[in-house]
């Protein structure tokens, strides 16, 4: 069965970056599309962006769009979700999830079967 971690969260000042990671085991990541998505506290989960299985494709969150970028690089089994320009409003857990195939409508990811347990990203000064 497919199981996910992520890491490279932490506490950043506004303006910084990180790059998160989604790591697979037990399986490998080459069929299934991947999605990034976050939890403020006291808001909804809410997906931030998306990746076919070949890479090919790509989605983004407005609010993230041209501050945010996915890959992937199937070889390690892991997908990036690299954050630059960061803004306080960004702060929340962030959970990577796989599925055979990611449907957006309107702006909602669906499709996901196995989700890691997130983790958490601070931006304050």
């Known amino acids: 069965q497919l199981q996910l971690v992520e890491s490279g969260g932490g506490l950043v000042q506004p303006g910084g970056s990180l790059r998160l990671s989604c790591a697979a085991s037990?399986?490998?990541?080459?069929?299934?599309?991947i999605g990034w998505f976050r939890q403020a506290p006291g808001k909804e989960r809410e997906g931030v962006s998306c990746?076919?299985?070949?890479?090919?494709?790509?989605n983004y969150k407005d609010s993230v769009k041209g501050r945010f970028t996915i890959s992937r690089d199937n070889a390690k089994n892991t997908v990036y979700l690299q954050m630059n320009s960061l803004k306080p409003e960004d702060t929340a857990v962030y959970y990577c999830?796989?599925?055979?195939?990611?449907?957006?409508?309107?702006?909602?990811?669906?499709?996901?079967?196995?989700w890691g347990k997130g983790i958490l990203v601070t931006v304050s000064s």
């Open positions: 999830a796989a599925g055979s195939t990611i449907v957006v409508v309107g702006g909602k990811y669906y499709g996901m079967d196995y």
């Open positions: 037990g399986s490998t990541l080459d069929y299934y599309a």
């Open positions: 990746i076919s299985s070949s890479g090919g494709n790509t």
